[in-house]
């Protein structure tokens, strides 16, 4: 069982940086594929970027792509969303999630966290 706890959202201006944690709790968390979802006020909750339990491989939504990077620390039970060049499109509610295999379905997760406030103005 995993237990997860997101911090690091606020409020930034377009163009800033922000990092996202998450903290595991639980014996398995190598085990676990982790990914990062979003949801903006009135829109369904989307897909951001997955990585595998080595951190070996990682998934990109197109919209974050060459801007966003998750990583993990496994001996720290944690995972990363480091996201720069943040842009007004990118303000939402975001969820860390373990999933028992390596996918980009939220359908595939197990188990989420409570969700953290990234505000961009413009």
């Known amino acids: 069982q995993v237990q997860l706890v997101e911090s690091g959202g606020g409020l930034v201006q377009a163009g800033d940086s922000l990092r996202l944690s998450c903290a595991a709790s639980?014996?398995?968390?190598?085990?676990?594929?982790m990914g990062w979802f979003r949801q903006a006020p009135g829109k369904e909750r989307e897909f951001v970027a997955a990585?595998?339990?080595?951190?070996?491989?990682?998934y990109y939504a197109d919209s974050v792509k060459g801007r966003f990077t998750i990583s993990r620390d496994n001996a720290k039970n944690t995972v990363y969303l480091q996201m720069n060049s943040l842009k007004p499109e990118d303000t939402a509610v975001y969820y860390c999630?373990?999933?028992?295999?390596?996918?980009?379905?939220?359908?595939?997760?197990?188990?989420w966290g409570q969700g953290t406030q990234v505000t961009v103005s413009s």
């Open positions: 990585i595998s339990g080595s951190g070996g491989n990682t």
């Open positions: 639980g014996r398995t968390f190598s085990s676990y594929a």
């Open positions: 999630a373990a999933a028992g295999s390596y996918t980009s379905s939220p359908n595939g997760y197990d188990y």
